[in-house]
């Protein structure tokens, strides 16, 4: 089993930025990759950003690329979303996954557990 708990969103105004943490607990953290994936009212969820185990590759949506960025430290069994130059359309709920099978894609399915999810408004 393994429990994540997002915490870090909020309000902020279009332009800002805000640093998402999600906390692991459980099995091993360094053991999986780690997702990120938001959900717009009336969206499906979708893919913002990805990172190995070992934190050596990242991967993005491409409407994130160079404007998010995924980290993780293993030492503190937490992986972080990086969000700058925020747009009204990155308004979200913002959900952490773990994939225990290692980075294996990009869609909700082949992630094994979620966190809650932390909201994120972007206000224009």
């Known amino acids: 089993q393994v429990q994540l708990v997002e915490s870090g969103g909020g309000l902020v105004q279009a332009g800002g930025s805000l640093r998402l943490s999600c906390a692991a607990s459980g099995r091993p953290f360094s053991n999986y990759a780690m997702g990120w994936f938001r959900q717009a009212p009336g969206k499906e969820r979708e893919f913002v950003a990805a990172?190995?185990?070992?934190?050596?590759?990242?991967y993005y949506a491409d409407s994130m690329k160079g404007r998010f960025t995924i980290s993780r430290d293993n030492a503190k069994n937490t992986v972080y979303l990086q969000m700058n130059s925020l747009k009204h359309e990155d308004t979200a709920v913002y959900f952490c996954a773990a994939d225990l099978a290692g980075l294996r894609g990009t869609k909700t399915w082949l992630y094994d557990y979620w966190g809650q999810g932390t909201q994120v408004t972007v206000s224009s």
């Open positions: 990172i190995r185990w070992s934190g050596g590759s990242t």
